[in-house]
């Protein structure tokens, strides 16, 4: 049986989560900062009169910060019922990917991915990063 993974890149590599736990995918928010918060939380997001939390992948995932003026995407993903906002680089397409295709993270996945991925798809030409949306937004 196949499942389903939305689909976004960051620092050029391809990441998915289930598309059951996405709630909606938007264009850049206005973020307001929070003072003394982690470093991977990038501020809070007014979204339609809801507060959401906006974490920042690329500092999760120790990846370099994006370019200046490069404005990131948002994925509102579902944490506990609760929505929660990942910023990402692009959003992908939903894809659709088998049990079999699936491998634990490769030895190549170091650092903080290591405990965010938490395995991989082989696609035509490229791997699929599975991520771990619990343990992603755990700052």
Same mark, same amino acid.
Do not use: C, H
């Given at each position: 049986? $196949?499942?389903?993974? *939305?689909?976004?890149?960051?620092?050029?590599?391809?990441?998915?989560? %289930?598309?059951?736990?996405v709630q909606e995918v938007l264009r850049s928010q206005p973020r307001t900062r929070v003072?003394? !918060?982690?470093? !991977?939380?990038?501020?809070?997001?007014?979204?339609?009169?809801?507060?959401?939390? !906006?974490?920042?992948?690329?500092v999760r995932l120790d990846l370099p910060p994006r370019a200046d003026g490069e404005e990131p995407m948002v994925v509102v993903i579902r944490v506990g019922g609760e929505?929660? $906002?990942?910023? &990402?680089d692009t959003i992908g397409d939903?894809? %659709?990917?088998?049990?079999?295709?699936?491998?634990?993270?490769? %030895?190549?996945v170091l650092g903080a991915a290591r405990d965010l991925v938490v395995g991989v798809y082989k696609l035509p030409g490229r791997l699929?990063? *599975?991520l771990d949306?619990?343990? !992603? &937004? *755990?700052?």
């Amino acid at each position: 049986m $196949s499942a389903q993974l *939305a689909t976004f890149t960051l620092d050029g590599r391809l990441y998915g989560v %289930d598309v059951e736990r996405v709630q909606e995918v938007l264009r850049s928010q206005p973020r307001t900062r929070v003072p003394l !918060a982690p470093p !991977a939380v990038a501020g809070l997001v007014n979204l339609r009169g809801q507060v959401l939390t !906006a974490v920042d992948l690329r500092v999760r995932l120790d990846l370099p910060p994006r370019a200046d003026g490069e404005e990131p995407m948002v994925v509102v993903i579902r944490v506990g019922g609760e929505p929660v $906002s990942l910023l &990402v680089d692009t959003i992908g397409d939903v894809v %659709d990917v088998l049990p079999q295709d699936f491998e634990p993270p490769p %030895d190549t996945v170091l650092g903080a991915a290591r405990d965010l991925v938490v395995g991989v798809y082989k696609l035509p030409g490229r791997l699929l990063l *599975a991520l771990d949306p619990d343990r !992603a &937004v *755990a700052v």
